[in-house]
């Protein structure tokens, strides 16, 4: 059973590639390869440096807030 799954999945997969290549004039090869070596790195990179940016402005905005409300409680004393 799970191999069936496996199996119609890939076999999915393989279609879907296929037809991106046919619309693209291009071969099964080439949008494998665009899409595993190309893309697929490229948005890893993308999103690691997207997670370090907000980070780093969430850390950013905590501190603003954070002195935003030691300021507001030392003026209410």
Do not use: R, W
């Not at 279609?15 to 099964?28: R, V």
């Not at 090869?29 to 490229?42: F, R």
Request: aromatic share 10%; proline share 1%; charged share 20%.
């Amino acid at each position: 059973m799970e191999q069936n799954l496996l199996h119609k999945c890939f076999d999915l997969a393989v279609e879907a590639l296929n037809l991106l290549a046919d619309t693209f004039g291009t071969t099964y090869e080439a949008v494998n390869i665009y899409l595993y070596v190309v893309i697929q790195p490229l948005l890893t990179i993308l999103l690691i440096v997207a997670i370090f940016f907000f980070h780093k402005k969430n850390n950013n905005l905590q501190m603003k807030i954070e002195k935003l409300l030691s300021d507001k409680t030392n003026t209410n004393k």
